[in-house]
């Protein structure tokens, strides 16, 4: 049986193709090399230090032979790395004696000790899940959101004349726009998405308490507070200099907080589409060979959306349990959030998957002019809104009242409405306005709406 047959999550063989963009961030051989890349660049600056008068700066030549060991990280490294993990039982300093012999190598073996000089463990790690977080949802989630986004904007544009028979509570109420209706989630999404673009993640680099111990009784003078602010900022991240022996996470758990805001207004977007299809305002396109159901020859089923609510589901969820498990650690460190936070890229990718999905699903979403203009004419009810907010404008004794007893529960035809408008005690120019208005030029200012997004 092969690889894929054996796999447990989905994300790996099924969905794989959807999700492969992420794999360099998240994969465990994305998490080692991230970690090369912290360990090599902390290296260079440390030999850049001036206080640190043991140690002579590396030539250029020198730096392009060391930044290649996490440029060009192959699978043979990798698997260099994992056979010393077997004898070690530690993965960071797997990584550390990895850099020590390829040094050896690179004639600069003299140098070997200054690798993860003072530091703790969680040093790299922080720093390497930071940027494999940062960098994957920059680089891979958030193009997709924006492409999702703009979409969603230009559907809305393009239907913003279109009127809908709005529903509260599952009952027709006051007629909105199509196009209204998605500029709603395009407003929404776009407040997240610049949340998501302008967070920062933080990172620490203080040994092994927070407290820069081991690196101040090595080279006192050395400004090491302003050595770890340049260091992590060089990297794109904010600098947390306040730490015990763990980078506090909070930062991250904003960011899953912003993927979870965000999910949740996909899903429903997802909820709304899937009732606009199950009303017949929206069609789909049916594809060549697929098959709806196994029984039901007639049936195009809303998959697209029903997946991505599927995995907005799964990846809040996960999101959750991240962002309230990561903050909290005992003391100075325990190993609670140690497998949790390998796992951030399994929601991150669902979310992908769900962006995917929407993305096909709204490519394939048509609109039945003939079905929304049926369904109007079915409520002529809905025109009571009006007929009782001009009554009150004119002093109308208790027109809510009136209005709701002759209409509530009742079957409400133009001819009704009509009628109901001729009785009323009302100055001709507005009687003729109501009488000339229907349900679906009852839109208010839904399509100048669209123009705020």
Same mark, same amino acid.
């Given at each position: 049986?092969?690889?894929?047959?054996?796999?447990? /999550?989905?994300?790996?063989?099924?969905?794989?193709?959807?999700?492969?963009?992420?794999?360099?961030?998240?994969?465990?051989?994305?998490?080692?090399?991230?970690?090369?890349?912290?360990?090599?660049?902390?290296?260079?600056?440390?030999?850049?230090?001036?206080? &640190?008068?043991?140690?002579?700066?590396?030539?250029?030549?020198?730096?392009?032979?060391?930044?290649?060991?996490?440029?060009?990280?192959?699978?043979?490294?990798?698997?260099?790395?994992?056979?010393?993990?077997?004898?070690?039982?530690?993965?960071?300093?797997?990584?550390?004696?990895?850099?020590?012999?390829?040094?050896?190598?690179?004639?600069?073996?003299?140098?070997?000790?200054?690798?993860?000089?003072?530091?703790?463990?969680?040093?790299?790690?922080?720093?390497?899940?930071?940027?494999?977080?940062?960098?994957?949802?920059?680089?891979?989630?958030?193009?997709?959101?924006?492409?999702?986004?703009?979409?969603?904007?230009?559907?809305?544009?393009?239907?913003?004349?279109?009127?809908?028979?709005?529903?509260?509570?599952?009952?027709?109420?006051?007629?909105?726009?199509?196009?209204?209706?998605?500029? &709603?989630?395009?407003?929404?999404?776009?407040?997240?998405?610049?949340?998501?673009? %302008?967070?920062?993640?933080?990172?620490?680099?203080?040994?092994?308490?927070?407290?820069?111990?081991?690196?101040?009784?090595?080279?006192?003078?050395?400004?090491?507070?302003?050595?770890?602010?340049?260091?992590?900022?060089?990297?794109?991240?904010?600098?947390?200099?306040?730490?015990?022996?763990?980078?506090?996470?909070?930062?991250?758990?904003?960011?899953?907080?912003?993927?979870?805001?965000?999910?949740?207004?996909?899903?429903?977007?997802?909820?709304?589409?899937?009732?606009?299809?199950?009303?017949?305002?929206?069609?789909?396109?049916?594809?060549?060979?697929? &098959?709806?159901?196994?029984?039901?020859?007639?049936?195009?089923?809303?998959?697209?959306?029903?997946?991505?609510?599927?995995?907005?589901?799964?990846?809040?969820?996960?999101?959750?349990?991240?962002?309230?498990?990561?903050?909290?650690?005992?003391?100075?460190?325990?190993? /609670?959030?140690?497998?949790?936070?390998?796992?951030?890229?399994?929601?991150?990718?669902?979310?992908?998957?769900?962006?995917?999905?929407?993305?096909?699903?709204?490519?394939?979403?048509?609109?039945?002019?003939?079905?929304?203009?049926?369904?109007?004419?079915?409520?002529?009810?809905?025109?009571?809104?009006?007929?009782?907010?001009?009554?009150?404008?004119?002093?109308?004794?208790?027109?809510?009242?009136?209005?709701?007893?002759?209409?509530?529960?009742?079957?409400?035809?133009?001819?009704?409405?009509?009628?109901?408008?001729?009785?009323? %005690?009302?100055?001709?120019?507005?009687?003729?306005?109501?009488?000339?208005?229907?349900?679906?030029?009852?839109?208010?200012?839904? /399509?100048?709406?669209?123009?705020?997004?």
């Amino acid at each position: 049986m092969n690889s894929v047959a054996n796999n447990i /999550s989905p994300l790996d063989d099924r969905y794989q193709k959807d999700v492969k963009e992420l794999v360099p961030f998240f994969s465990e051989m994305g998490l080692m090399k991230y970690r090369v890349r912290i360990e090599v660049e902390y290296l260079i600056a440390l030999s850049r230090e001036k206080g &640190v008068v043991n140690l002579q700066p590396f030539s250029r030549p020198q730096q392009i032979d060391l930044r290649s060991l996490y440029r060009d990280f192959s699978a043979r490294d990798f698997q260099s790395i994992k056979r010393i993990e077997k004898k070690t039982q530690h993965d960071v300093k797997s990584v550390e004696y990895f850099i020590r012999r390829k040094l050896s190598k690179m004639d600069i073996g003299n140098y070997q000790e200054w690798v993860h000089f003072a530091l703790t463990s969680e040093d790299i790690n922080n720093l390497a899940y930071a940027l494999m977080w940062q960098e994957g949802v920059t680089q891979v989630y958030l193009p997709v959101l924006v492409k999702l986004h703009d979409k969603l904007k230009t559907f809305a544009y393009r239907y913003r004349n279109t009127p809908l028979l709005a529903l509260t509570h599952g009952q027709p109420a006051t007629p909105t726009s199509l196009g209204k209706e998605f500029a &709603v989630f395009v407003q929404r999404l776009r407040r997240q998405i610049d949340q998501l673009e %302008n967070h920062k993640i933080q990172g620490k680099l203080s040994g092994a308490t927070g407290t820069w111990g081991a690196h101040v009784v090595s080279f006192p003078d050395v400004d090491w507070i302003e050595f770890s602010r340049r260091f992590i900022s060089s990297l794109n991240l904010e600098p947390n200099l306040v730490t015990t022996q763990i980078e506090s996470n909070d930062s991250l758990a904003e960011g899953y907080h912003i993927l979870s805001r965000i999910n949740a207004i996909l899903l429903d977007l997802c909820r709304d589409v899937w009732f606009y299809i199950s009303r017949g305002i929206f069609g789909q396109q049916a594809r060549a060979g697929e &098959v709806g159901s196994s029984t039901m020859p007639h049936k195009v089923n809303p998959i697209h959306f029903e997946n991505a609510e599927g995995n907005l589901g799964l990846a809040n969820a996960c999101f959750s349990h991240l962002a309230q498990t990561l903050p909290v650690s005992r003391l100075q460190r325990d190993l /609670s959030g140690s497998t949790v936070i390998r796992n951030q890229g399994v929601p991150l990718a669902h979310s992908l998957l769900a962006c995917k999905n929407l993305l096909k699903g709204i490519g394939r979403v048509t609109v039945d002019n003939r079905k929304i203009g049926e369904e109007l004419n079915e409520h002529w009810e809905v025109l009571t809104e009006a007929i009782q907010t001009i009554l009150r404008k004119r002093g109308d004794r208790k027109p809510y009242e009136r209005l709701k007893t002759l209409t509530r529960g009742q079957e409400i035809t133009k001819e009704n409405i009509h009628d109901l408008i001729e009785g009323l %005690n009302l100055p001709e120019a507005e009687k003729q306005m109501l009488l000339a208005l229907t349900p679906e030029t009852y839109t208010g200012l839904a /399509s100048k709406i669209v123009d705020e997004v």
